[in-house]
């Protein structure tokens, strides 16, 4: 799973043990499970990451972020298709809102618009 991680820790020539103490660790540990991708930053510590390096969560965990959004879009797309027929406003936003996600999805490749 592509992430940047690493590459942002080395831009800025931090160790592994500096960037866990910036992120409320005593050891480098995680950080070198979190860059071999043997483990999954929980979202404190991702938001930490983004807070330390100014790069977005999203761009600094990219794989991650778009399986995610593939798993979050195929999942949008059969809502979508189920509240096709709705005809009130909760339909209607709802289906707005997933057309509107669907459509920031499509602009990438390998997704198909509603």
């Known amino acids: 799973m592509l992430h940047y991680l690493v590459t942002e820790r080395k831009r800025w020539a931090l160790t592994q043990q500096q960037v866990a103490f910036l992120l409320g660790s005593k050891k480098g540990d995680k950080i070198s ?13 991702a938001l930490a990451c983004e807070a330390i390096f100014g790069v977005p969560v999203r761009a600094l965990f990219r794989g991650m972020y778009e399986k995610v959004e593939e798993q979050v879009v195929e999942r949008a797309y059969l809502l979508h298709q189920d509240l096709e027929h709705r005809t009130d406003l909760d339909g209607v936003k709802n289906r707005k809102l997933l057309k509107e996600m669907l459509a920031r999805a499509t602009k990438k490749p390998n997704y198909q618009a509603v």
Do not use: G
């Not at 860059?35 to 979202?43: F, T, Y």
């Open 33 to 45: 499970r979190y860059e071999r991708h043997d483990r999954v930053p929980h979202l404190k510590t």
